[in-house]
């Protein structure tokens, strides 16, 4: 798993994040896990609004830059500036590169080279690890 010594401006303990996350969010964010595809709600999210990190709010994504990946993963082409931060990850037996939220660094899922223009990545994110705030109308 993928480890980082960078601090970050949201610092709890593990039992103060235990108990402000679900233990779905909890696993995810804070332990590196998956939620099981298909298994979010967020999956089918169309609607124009943001999508921040579970675990301390930052905004991460807005709804323009979601696209159907057909992974089972809500899947983005692009965050907001400054908002996520990477990591190597080398388990599972291959290499990706993780990315995290930069203000609480909570595990949010990987990023790869196979997404549409313009950026041609697929950020393809635990739906668990995010909240979502539509625009207003």
Known sequence: MAETTKQFEVVKTDEEWR??????????????????????????????????????????FVADRKFESGTGWPSFFAPLEGALGSSVDDSLFMRRTEVHCSRCGGHLGHVFEDGPPPTGLRYCINGVALNFQPAAV
């Open 19 to 60: 108990r402000s996350l679900t233990p779905e969010q909890y696993q995810v964010l804070r332990r590196h896990g998956t939620e099981r595809p298909g298994s979010c709600a967020l999956l089918k999210e169309h609607r124009a609004g943001t999508f921040s990190c579970a675990g301390c709010g930052q905004p991460l």
